[in-house]
Antibody, heavy 121, light 111 residues
Framework: ELQLVESGGGVVRPGGSLRLSCEAS????????MTWVRQAPGKGLEWVSS????????VYAASVKGRFTISRDNAKNSVYLQMNSLRVEDTALYYC??????????????WGQGTLVTVSS | QSVLTQPPSVSGAPGQRVTISCTGD?????????VHWYQQLPGRAPTLLIY???NRPSGVPDRFSGSKSGTSASLAITGLQAEDEAVYYC???????????FGGGTQLTVL
């Protein structure tokens, strides 16, 4: 059974940091690009970041570039999102998804249940 | 404001057909990039509904279909069922932004 399980969410003050993790099971992560998508409370979906199968190509939304870093550990079948300098507007449910985002292919065919990040003073 | 424009809501009676539009521009849909659709049931994570403009993943009923023309795309749902009540999102790649863009989402209400 395919599974993506996110963890690491929580409440943090503005300017703080969090590291989200996403562990995959039911498929081998090492040949697949992965993407983080977020959804603010009551709002729509927003693409955050993607990395390709070997982690050598990473892309970020303008709203998080320079503050967030996506990475992967294929040996652990896991993907991560390091979030620094967090802002109130980063408050959202963060979904880990299977799928790359490049000019040639960009869609997410499987989604985790999400982990909630709340940035508040 | 989303890069891709969708109507906020659509509705239809059981058994009817509804369509949801998704309008982009020359940087995304109009650039030839594929459009994908997701369904988000209440309180659930999104799931892929249509990929590559017209393709259905395994398990998606053929009541759901996608199309694309120029700078726009559409999702059609025939034989509406109560279980189709959800928010639907379109998504594509944007060459100017160098990343993915989503529509704002369309709430489908089954009357």
């Amino acid at each position: 059974e395919l599974q993506l399980v996110e963890s690491g969410g929580g409440v943090v003050r503005p300017g703080g940091s969090l590291r989200l993790s996403c562990e995959a099971s039911g498929f081998n992560l090492e040949d697949i690009g992965m993407t983080w998508v977020r959804q603010a409370p009551g709002k729509g979906l927003e693409w955050v970041s993607s990395l390709n199968w070997n982690g050598e190509s990473t892309v970020y939304a303008a709203s998080v570039k320079g503050r967030f870093t996506i990475s992967r550990d294929n040996a652990k079948n896991s993907v991560y999102l390091q979030m620094n300098s967090l802002r109130v507007e980063d408050t959202a449910l963060y979904y880990c998804t299977r799928g790359d985002c490049s000019p040639t292919i960009c869609y997410m065919d499987f989604w985790g249940q999400g982990t909630l990040v709340t940035v508040s003073s | 404001q989303s890069v891709l424009t969708q109507p906020p809501s659509v509705s239809g009676a059981p058994g009817q057909r509804v369509t949801i539009s998704c309008t982009g521009d020359s940087s995304n849909i109009g650039a030839g990039n594929d459009v994908h659709w997701y369904q988000q049931l209440p309180g659930r994570a999104p799931t892929l509904l249509i990929y590559g403009n017209t393709n259905r993943p395994s398990g998606v009923p053929d009541r759901f279909s996608g199309s694309k023309s120029g700078t726009s795309a559409s999702l059609a749902i025939t034989g509406l069922q109560a279980e189709d009540e959800a928010v639907y999102y379109c998504q594509s790649y944007d060459i100017s932004l160098r990343g993915s863009v989503f529509g704002g989402g369309t709430q489908l209400t089954v009357l």
